[in-house]
T-cell receptor
Framework: NAGVTQTPKFQVLKTGQSMTLQCAQDMNHEYMSWYRQDPGMGLRLIHYSVGAGITDQGEVPNGYNVSRSTTEDFPLRLLSAAPSQTSVYFC????????????????FGEGSRLTVL | GQQVMQIPQYQHVQEGEDFTTYCNSSTTLSNIQWYKQRPGGHPVFLIQLVKSGEVKKQKRLTFQFGEAKKNSSLHITATQTTDVGTYFCAGGGSARQLTFGSGTQLTVLP
């Protein structure tokens, strides 16, 4: 099992460019999510999904889009990159059935470091 | 929305000293999780607490969940250099989300 795989690991963009961060998991997890990590601010939830075809917004969704066409993949799209989106992005998945109300143990990818100039 | 505050932000200890980090939520939590992130790495799950007043131990680590399910703590006894990293709490609320605290960065001096 590879677990949660994120690509790319590093990316530099110019303001206004668009790109997609890829996330794939091979654990058959229904719950997937994207976080961004900035110094001193912990991890902030961007978007999450409780299954294929279902997505919802987290704490900081503006400027990002997601889709969940399969159980395995959960790409994060930056529509028009801004310097404020410079951050480390983590994808995470969980195997706990979402309708229990509790998010289970999150398995994180290794992160994608994005710089927007 | 739900907010989870974590203190202290930084902690430097001599190897062998104890260490504690605290989390407080603005709302009652359904559960709380703890994660450790080594420098340059990704967060790794340590434990989940669900019950009011719950206490769990993992070797030198002791985790507590408050009676009101609004606060939690992680205590490390006799720190070692391998304990270096940032410790995060993450609170689960009514929605299917985890709200992370800002983390406590632990430095252990040999």
């Amino acid at each position: 099992n590879a677990g949660v795989t994120q690509t790319p690991k590093f990316q530099v963009l110019k303001t206004g460019q668009s790109m997609t961060l890829q996330c794939a998991q091979d654990m058959n997890h229904e719950y997937m999510s994207w976080y961004r990590q900035d110094p001193g601010m912990g991890l902030r939830l961007i978007h999450y999904s409780v299954g294929a075809g279902i997505t919802d917004q987290g704490e900081v969704p503006n400027g990002y889009n997601v889709s969940r066409s399969t159980t395995e993949d959960f790409p994060l799209r930056l529509l028009s990159a801004a310097p404020s989106q410079t951050s480390v992005y983590f994808c995470a998945s969980s195997g706990i059935r979402p309708w229990t109300g509790n998010t289970g143990e999150l398995f994180f990818g290794e992160g994608s470091r994005l710089t927007v100039l | 929305g739900q907010q989870v505050m974590q203190i202290p932000q930084y902690q430097h200890v001599q190897e062998g000293e104890d260490f504690t980090t605290y989390c407080n939520s603005s709302t009652t939590l359904s559960n709380i999780q703890w994660y450790k992130q080594r420098p340059g790495g990704h967060p790794v799950f340590l434990i989940q607490l669900v019950k009011s007043g719950e206490v769990k131990k993992q070797k030198r680590l002791t985790f507590q969940f408050g009676e009101a399910k609004k606060n939690s703590s992680l205590h490390i006894t006799a720190t070692q250099t391998t304990d270096v990293g940032t410790y995060f709490c993450a609170g689960g609320g009514s929605a299917r989300q985890l709200t992370f605290g800002s983390g406590t960065q632990l430095t252990v001096l040999p």
